[in-house]
């Protein structure tokens, strides 16, 4: 009986002891994600920033504040609120490490949070837990890892490919960023015929009225996305009351 008793005191120590290391592990983990995870984004940033701060201070190549403002004010009057949005909506699956990882390498919609999530559906970890962290992280890197492999050689040949096409097949690419706009409305037009229309007006009106070319993109972005909402809140207030 003393030996029984012995050895089951012996083996919650030990069952005790390796929780608490456990515990102790993954806090040590977060720490060091914490650290790698500043260090590594915070370099990428400097990095970003270094080369057109070279391109316009050290070569001469500034295009002036003014084109620099209006262009970032076209993309943050687009993407602004997912800066706020998706660090909270995807942390939950992604984890401490899991997030910092897809923010460094990109694609989170894409390529990220799909694969964390099919991995964590496949072994059966819960989001939010250790064992879906680390999932998650795992699956982040593999898909990390094959993005940039393929990445690579798309860049390196289709660098190649484009010196061997004509110009006037080359000159028509200036028409890609159009059409990509031209789908993202499409796509919303689908589902709600109003906005497209909306969209359409405000950019036959950007281009054809008095509106210097610098302000077209980020007046025709903005004032779509201020009357949508509008409506769309107009109608909720409507079917509430």
Not at 41 to 58: A, C, D, E, H
Not at 127 to 150: F, Q
Request: with cysteine; aromatic share 12%; glycine share 10%.
């Amino acid at each position: 009986m003393t030996i029984s008793k012995e050895m089951n005191t012996a083996t919650q120590q030990v069952s005790y002891t390796e929780t608490t290391t456990q515990a102790i592990g993954f806090e040590t983990f977060h720490t060091k994600s914490h650290f790698w995870g500043r260090l590594t984004i915070w370099s990428v940033i400097l990095l970003t920033i270094s080369l057109p701060l070279y391109l316009s201070f050290g070569l001469g190549y500034h295009p002036g504040w003014s084109a620099i403002l209006t262009g970032f004010s076209a993309y943050a009057a687009i993407v602004a609120v997912v800066w706020f949005i998706e660090p909270i909506s995807y942390y939950p699956v992604l984890g401490v490490s899991g997030t910092y990882l897809a923010f460094l390498t990109g694609n989170i919609g894409s390529m990220c949070l799909p694969s964390a999530s099919i991995a964590q559906s496949v072994v059966g970890a819960e989001p939010g837990t250790k064992k879906g962290e680390i999932t998650a992280t795992l699956a982040i890197s593999a898909a990390s890892i094959v993005n940039t492999t393929m990445l690579l050689f798309v860049i390196v040949g289709g660098s190649y490919f484009l010196t061997l096409l004509p110009e006037s097949l080359t000159s028509t690419f200036r028409f890609v960023l159009p059409a990509i706009f031209g789908g993202v409305i499409a796509q919303f037009a689908m589902q709600k015929p109003m906005w497209g229309v909306i969209g359409i007006a405000f950019g036959l009106f950007v281009n054809l009225g008095p509106v210097p070319r610098s302000l077209q993109t980020f007046l025709c972005i903005l004032g779509t996305v201020i009357v949508c909402l509008l409506l769309d809140k107009m109608k909720k207030t409507k079917e509430t009351a």
